[in-house]
């Protein structure tokens, strides 16, 4: 059997979603598969993990009291060591962002990140390219191989087993370890956009930050996240973590709402593999009118409040 290593992100105490498909895309006839938990609740990720096929749960601690990538990254290596593990699998979020480039230089393996395909047999993935209009497949060599796969490109299947925990402390040498000082948020919270299942994302016509409310409104009815086309990041309504689009956040949700976005190629490359579009739009000739399964030609002033009460309405 191979062993196959998945890095198991959380939040809030929780094991995301996201790596019941990350799982999925991993299993195979000749896969062994080892959710590596580090730093947090090996508990909560065999109760989840388990359900989707992952037999074998790595405990991996390393006595940080505070969140050290460095140090979590050099853990993984050998844990990934330890268990004779040779390739490994995380989201494409700003967590693994951080970690993953650290364990493959520690490696000196290839990482290819925002995956769309994974072969793990063969090595090789598929990674969309030049703003989303074509897909490349793209070969791995090495004696390790680590992979970033997009977030809900692939659908989780259940698989139950009886998964077994084993515990694997770390301890980094104290004259490579380097401290963190703090960290910080944009204080944009919610949902991480690459996450999420369904998405609102507003643009120009918005006309400024204080009418994105009417986008959250909405969005908590639907338990959706809220994001944004660069235009309004540019004129500073919303951060640039809820940018969509070629140079912000590639998405792939079940359901992409656009809200006065016009719907440039760039921003269609972020958004392009949603399972459904539908878009608000005062002009039929927009470009995202074009790339959507449905849309409403209109005012959204008047759309979004008439489709909060809707939304509110069926929640009672």
């Given amino acids: 059997m191979n ?11 929780k094991v995301k979603n996201a790596n ?12 062994q598969l080892h959710a590596l938990v580090v730093d947090a609740s090996a508990t909560e990720a065999k ?11 790595v405990n991996i601690s390393t006595g940080c009291s505070t969140w050290d990538p460095a140090t979590q990254a050099a853990a993984v290596v050998a844990a990934m060591q330890q268990f004779e593990i040779t390739s490994l699998i995380g989201l494409t979020s700003p967590a693994s962002r951080e970690l993953l480039p650290r364990i493959a230089a520690l490696l000196d393996a290839p990482l290819i990140m925002d995956c769309i395909e994974i072969d793990l047999d063969g090595h090789r993935v598929k990674t969309s390219q030049y703003s989303g209009k074509t897909i490349a497949t793209i070969a791995l060599f090495g004696s390790h191989f680590i992979y970033g796969m997009r977030a809900n490109v692939v659908d989780s299947l259940a698989e139950p087993v009886e998964s077994e925990v084993v515990d694997f402390a770390f301890n980094m040498d104290p004259d490579t370890a380097y401290r963190v000082i703090g960290t910080r948020t944009d204080g944009s919270g919610g949902q ?3 996450e999420s299942d369904i998405i609102i994302s507003g643009g120009r016509g918005l006309k400024n930050a204080e009418n994105f409310k009417m986008l959250f409104n909405c969005a908590k009815h639907l338990d959706a996240a809220v994001g944004a086309s660069r235009v309004a990041v540019d004129n500073g309504w919303v951060p640039y973590t809820m940018q969509v689009g070629q140079t912000g956040v590639k998405v792939n949700p079940k359901v992409y709402i656009a809200v006065g976005i016009s719907g440039s190629v760039q921003h269609f490359a972020g958004m392009k593999t949603a399972k459904t579009i539908i878009a ?5 000739n927009a470009a995202i009118m074009a790339n959507c399964d449905y849309y409403a030609v209109g005012d959204l002033f008047d759309i979004l409040p008439e489709l909060e009460k809707a939304l509110a309405a069926m929640k009672r």
């Avoid at 019941?20 to 896969?31: E, I, N, S, V």
């Avoid at 109760?47 to 749960?57: D, L, N, Q, S, T």
């Avoid at 608000?280 to 039929?284: E, L, P, Q």
């Fill in 3 to 13: 062993p196959i290593g998945l890095l198991i992100e959380f939040k809030d105490g």
């Fill in 20 to 31: 019941f498909g990350m799982a999925t895309a991993a299993k195979g006839p000749d896969q």
């Fill in 47 to 57: 109760a989840a993990m388990e359900a989707f096929g992952v037999g074998h749960i």
């Fill in 192 to 194: 991480y956009l690459a």
């Fill in 280 to 284: 608000i739009n005062t002009d039929a």
